[in-house]
């Protein structure tokens, strides 16, 4: 491994060249795209392919990354390395076998419930949670031999608690904060923190205002202050950030994220019918150039060199390098 | 309504000729046949496809039925009509909107599950059933206004009960026995049939050997004897024949019908390693041509003309008369 490294573990953007380049201005050596909240496979297909295009386009930006060594080589040549990844598992549809298919397409990372019940365990916004099914059991086992990332951000409770039990890797939460720090089902218990941490696990800081205890008006010292405390109960190696921003993304997309194709009906999600759009930005992160704020906000909270080093970007690195190796 | 019907509410044969004619012979008035087991929205309409074809090819025979009036129509004109099902909610994927779709394409019933979780409840063969998630009452709702009947064959205890409850409509167990004949959880408690029977819905027996007292070696009266015990606990109007036969399939249908896509490794569902085919058949019904033993059977238990009639396919008529109008 080279230098200090600085890793995004969730970001959703209205892809384009400006954004890649604030990735530069920031230094972010390698960030998780989301390439899937409700599609089916074929709409994968299309989605790795505008990558692939953009990949293209934008070769002196970023690059993909198909093991955590592609980090290094983004950070040493100077662009963004690009971990694409799952906010659900509907592209493997009902098929074990679209596993590795798609870790074969650099697939790296995929969560197993995107808020709804899915077909391997439970969103975190249904009403009871049953664990992990039949097919999920399959699913994990499968991820861990492939070596995909289980990542468990917007899975429910009792569904998370499971598959850090079942799966035989340690798995993520890309992008959550904890209950403690503000009481919503979408951010997880010091239970699931505490799970996390002994598998081995990582767990992203989200800066989407919903999670965050003040929501957009939350200082960065507040969001520092979360920080500290979420170390004393995980301890730092298996905390990281997963800023999860959306950024120049319009109202459309935010709709669609809560609603897909399920509901006749209009779902606000973590919103409401009297605040159906975007929460305002945070001050200190109003998109991918203000990462370095985090680490200006981690020092001042008094945090060890090594240890910002972790939470920016190290403990992704460390976890990576391990996690996308598939197994024997 | 004509005159006394045959209607058998579950076949997934090996479809030929043979079987129509299999079927005429039995004089039987309309078929609830499987359009799926696993197949999604687009598979599907391969499945419809080939229907149109066999509507084309077997004219003389069969003719698809699109409301209860159509039943005698095909009793009128020496017929058989095939009304369109599924086992399984797959087609429709994550989308509010196929459920309309497909009721235009004539798919007038759909299973909520099959065996595993789906995306709107869970099925017979998980460890635990959360019930209806949020998709799930969207869809009953939907089902309800398009005249889509929920069928709950397959799907776990609660998950059926909160059908039975949350559905404004009547819902169906188009095939499946007491747990009472035989204590599998593929058959139905006591509690379901008291609530099935109360919402007004209806349960066909299964003649599948796996659902019965004494496997393939279970009698005609011992399957008479099953009825009225179960017309005792639901009244006999709420009760008819869906017997399951899945005539001239082969194993590999048995294996995909209990694996699907879903498994890396073999799933025995019903069978066994020991025991991994088709169950032999039963005497009395080796084939659609067999229907009109049960009728026998139902006459020597001491049914009424009117009883048998009404279990023999009666009961469907009438139901399906109200169930596959659209709402309003």
Known sequence: MGAQLRIDGLQYGNWSRAIFEEMRAAKLDAVHVTATYWEN??????????????????????????????????????????????????????????????????????????????????????????????????????????????????????????????????????????????????????????????????MGFSCYPFHLPQGADTTLEQFSEMVAQAVDVMGVEHLAIGTDLCQDQPVEVLSWMRNGNWARVMDYGEGSAEQPDWPAPLEWLRGAADFPNLERGLEARGFAPSEVDALMGGNWRRFLDEALQPQG
Chains 1, 2 share one sequence.
């Open 41 to 202: 496979a074929r709409e994968l297909m299309r989605n790795i392919g505008a990558w692939h295009r953009r990949f293209e386009e934008h070769a002196d930006l970023i690059m993909p990354v198909r093991t955590a060594a592609d980090i290094d080589r983004a950070q040493a040549s100077g662009r963004t390395g690009i971990i694409l990844g799952l906010q659900n598992c509907s592209p493997i549809e009902d098929s074990i076998d679209l596993v590795s298919v798609f870790k074969q397409l650099d697939v790296h990372i995929m969560q197993l419930s995107y808020n709804n019940q899915s077909l391997v365990c439970c969103g975190y916004l249904e009403d009871e949670d049953a664990g992990l099914s039949r097919f999920g059991r399959e699913v994990i086992r499968e991820m861990n031999r492939v070596g995909m990332v289980v990542d468990t951000s917007h899975t429910a409770e009792r569904s998370t608690l499971e598959a850090i039990e079942y799966s035989s890797r340690p798995t993520v939460v890309s992008h959550a904060n904890p209950q403690s720090a503000r009481a919503t089902p979408r951010n997880k218990s010091e239970r699931v923190m505490r799970a996390l941490a002994e598998s081995g696990g990582l």
